[in-house]
Each structure stands twice: as structure tokens, then as C-alpha cells.
Nanobody, 121 residues
């Protein structure tokens, strides 16, 4: 098992920046992919950005050029740098990680509790 704890959310004006952090309770070396999802009121949860253990990144079209995901295996942490924020970025942001369990013979999926990001116009 692993716990993921997000931090760094808050209220910011449009055009501002925030950096989200997701700290894992143990080494993230075994995680295949770590990512950030978001869910706005009345909408489905959507992928914002993801990074593989090999460093390959993937972004939602809506955040390309504005958001940057990175992972620090030594600190067991993944980050999401968010620049040029827009009101439509307002949502609860969730950290996600997945790994393969050889013991269980199954993929395991972990989620944090979420952190609120609110962008005012």
C-alpha cells in the first residue's frame, strides 16, 4: 500500500501560477506512471498530465504549453507546475500512481485525496 498526499493548491488570479506536489509514503521507483487528474463541479474526472518511470510525459491539450509535470524519485514526489492559469482550470486536482504487483499478479492504482485549485477571473 501507499499513500499519496497532495499539496500546493489554493486561490490564484487568472494568469498566475501554482505548483502542486504529490508526496508518496514510500519509494515511487516502482510506479509505472504517475499523473495528475482534475475534476470540476458537474464534470467527469480528466487526465491533466502524466509521466512514466522513463520520463515520458503526456498532457491534455487544454494545458499544453502551460503545465509541466516532473517527478523526483529521490524525494518520492511528483510535481505539477501550472502557469498562465485560467478560470477553467478551477477543479480539485488528484494525484494518481500505478504499479504492477507481481505478488498479486495485478495492476494497482492509487489516488490521493485531492487539492482544490481555484482561479479567479
Amino acid at each position: 500500500q501507499v499513500q499519496l498526499e497532495e499539496s500546493g493548491g489554493g486561490l490564484v488570479q487568472a494568469g498566475g501560477s501554482l505548483r502542486l506536489s504529490c508526496a508518496a509514503s514510500r519509494s515511487i521507483f516502482s510506479f509505472n506512471t504517475m499523473g495528475w487528474y482534475r475534476q470540476a463541479p458537474g464534470k467527469q474526472r480528466e487526465l491533466v498530465a502524466a509521466i512514466t518511470s522513463g520520463g515520458r510525459v503526456n498532457y491534455a491539450d487544454s494545458v499544453k504549453g502551460r503545465f509541466t509535470i516532473s517527478r523526483d524519485n529521490a524525494k518520492n514526489t511528483v510535481y505539477l507546475q501550472m502557469n498562465s492559469l485560467k478560470p477553467e482550470d478551477t477543479a480539485v486536482y488528484y494525484c494518481n500512481a500505478d504499479e504492477w504487483s507481481t505478488r498479486l499478479g495485478a495492476a494497482l492504482d492509487y489516488w490521493g485525496q485531492g487539492t482544490q485549485v481555484t482561479v479567479s477571473s
